[in-house]
Protein backbone atom coordinates (compact mmCIF):
# COMPACT_ATOMS: atom_id res chain seq x y z
CA UNK A 1 0.00 0.00 0.00
CA UNK A 2 2.78 2.02 0.43
CA UNK A 3 3.67 2.38 -3.10
CA UNK A 4 1.16 3.91 -4.43
CA UNK A 5 1.00 6.86 -2.09
CA UNK A 6 4.35 7.47 -2.77
CA UNK A 7 3.87 7.26 -5.95
CA UNK A 8 1.41 10.03 -5.98
CA UNK A 9 3.92 11.92 -3.79
CA UNK A 10 6.62 11.49 -6.74
CA UNK A 11 3.87 12.86 -9.31
CA UNK A 12 3.10 15.79 -7.39
CA UNK A 13 6.85 16.80 -6.60
CA UNK A 14 7.17 16.95 -10.37
CA UNK A 15 4.30 18.86 -10.94
CA UNK A 16 5.42 21.56 -8.87
CA UNK A 17 8.85 20.80 -10.16
CA UNK A 18 7.73 22.55 -13.56
CA UNK A 19 7.83 25.99 -14.28
CA UNK A 20 5.19 27.93 -14.00
CA UNK A 21 4.93 28.75 -17.75
CA UNK A 22 5.02 25.31 -18.89
CA UNK A 23 1.55 24.45 -17.39
CA UNK A 24 -0.10 27.91 -18.88
CA UNK A 25 1.66 26.81 -21.89
CA UNK A 26 -0.05 23.39 -22.17
CA UNK A 27 -3.23 25.37 -21.23
CA UNK A 28 -3.16 27.66 -24.00
CA UNK A 29 -4.84 25.82 -26.89
CA UNK A 30 -7.90 26.14 -24.62
CA UNK A 31 -7.82 29.29 -23.58
CA UNK A 32 -8.28 29.85 -27.16
CA UNK A 33 -10.03 27.79 -27.79
CA UNK A 34 -12.65 29.07 -25.44
CA UNK A 35 -12.13 32.41 -26.57
CA UNK A 36 -13.06 31.87 -30.34
CA UNK A 37 -15.60 30.40 -29.24
CA UNK A 38 -17.24 32.87 -26.64
CA UNK A 39 -16.38 35.40 -29.82
CA UNK A 40 -18.48 33.36 -32.48
CA UNK A 41 -21.48 33.43 -30.08
CA UNK A 42 -21.22 36.96 -30.04
CA UNK A 43 -21.09 37.29 -33.46
CA UNK A 44 -24.33 35.28 -33.93
CA UNK A 45 -26.04 37.44 -31.32
CA UNK A 46 -24.45 40.62 -32.98
CA UNK A 47 -25.81 39.35 -36.17
CA UNK A 48 -29.26 37.95 -35.32
CA UNK A 49 -30.09 41.80 -33.15
CA UNK A 50 -29.26 43.26 -37.12
CA UNK A 51 -31.12 41.04 -38.89
CA UNK A 52 -34.15 41.78 -36.71
CA UNK A 53 -33.40 45.42 -37.10
CA UNK A 54 -33.35 45.49 -40.30
CA UNK A 55 -36.39 43.59 -40.96
CA UNK A 56 -38.54 45.90 -39.32
CA UNK A 57 -36.92 48.87 -40.88
CA UNK A 58 -38.04 47.13 -44.09
CA UNK A 59 -41.15 45.81 -42.96
CA UNK A 60 -41.92 49.71 -42.18
CA UNK A 61 -40.87 51.07 -45.42
CA UNK A 62 -43.07 48.84 -46.74
CA UNK A 63 -45.83 49.92 -44.93
CA UNK A 64 -44.86 53.40 -45.90
CA UNK A 65 -44.80 52.60 -49.40
CA UNK A 66 -47.81 50.48 -49.73
CA UNK A 67 -49.91 53.47 -47.96
CA UNK A 68 -48.24 56.20 -51.06
CA UNK A 69 -48.83 53.69 -53.59
CA UNK A 70 -52.82 53.52 -52.41
CA UNK A 71 -53.20 57.83 -51.91
CA UNK A 72 -51.35 58.20 -55.08
CA UNK A 73 -53.21 55.67 -57.16
CA UNK A 74 -56.49 57.70 -55.96
CA UNK A 75 -55.61 60.76 -57.57
CA UNK A 76 -54.35 59.76 -60.84
CA UNK A 77 -56.56 61.03 -63.75
CA UNK A 78 -55.15 62.53 -67.18
CA UNK A 79 -57.59 64.48 -69.40
CA UNK A 80 -58.73 63.28 -72.86
CA UNK A 81 -56.26 65.92 -74.86
CA UNK A 82 -53.36 64.84 -72.80
CA UNK A 83 -53.90 60.91 -73.40
CA UNK A 84 -54.26 61.46 -76.46
CA UNK A 85 -51.26 63.44 -77.13
CA UNK A 86 -49.06 60.83 -74.70
CA UNK A 87 -50.37 58.76 -77.19
CA UNK A 88 -49.34 60.33 -80.62
CA UNK A 89 -45.92 61.41 -79.24
CA UNK A 90 -45.52 57.61 -77.67
CA UNK A 91 -46.21 56.44 -81.18
CA UNK A 92 -43.48 58.67 -83.37
CA UNK A 93 -41.20 57.51 -80.87
CA UNK A 94 -42.00 53.92 -81.62
CA UNK A 95 -41.85 54.40 -85.64
CA UNK A 96 -38.68 56.07 -85.24
CA UNK A 97 -36.91 53.24 -83.11
CA UNK A 98 -38.49 50.23 -85.27
CA UNK A 99 -36.54 49.05 -87.80
CA UNK A 100 -37.18 49.95 -91.46
CA UNK A 101 -38.59 46.97 -93.69
CA UNK A 102 -37.52 47.05 -97.04
CA UNK A 103 -39.15 45.88 -99.87
CA UNK A 104 -37.51 43.29 -102.71
CA UNK A 105 -37.91 44.87 -105.93
CA UNK A 106 -39.35 42.81 -107.98
CA UNK A 107 -37.09 42.35 -111.39
CA UNK A 108 -37.42 39.10 -114.00
CA UNK A 109 -35.24 36.17 -114.00
CA UNK A 110 -33.69 36.91 -117.35
CA UNK A 111 -32.15 40.59 -116.74
CA UNK A 112 -28.32 39.61 -115.70
CA UNK A 113 -27.87 43.47 -115.92
CA UNK A 114 -25.71 46.24 -113.22
CA UNK A 115 -28.42 48.59 -111.69
CA UNK A 116 -28.29 51.90 -113.06
CA UNK A 117 -29.56 53.56 -116.72
CA UNK A 118 -30.02 50.63 -119.94
CA UNK A 119 -28.18 53.35 -122.34
CA UNK A 120 -26.01 51.65 -125.00
CA UNK A 121 -22.91 52.57 -126.24
CA UNK A 122 -22.69 52.88 -130.13
CA UNK A 123 -19.12 54.21 -130.74
CA UNK A 124 -18.88 53.81 -134.58
Do not use: W
Amino acid sequence: MDTPSAERNTESKQNAAKPLYLRYLVSFPTIVCLVISLSSIAVCFLMTFKTHQMESRLRALEIKMSDICQESSVDVSVSQELRESIETLLQERLNEAMPKLRVARDVTQDCNCPPGTSMSINLL
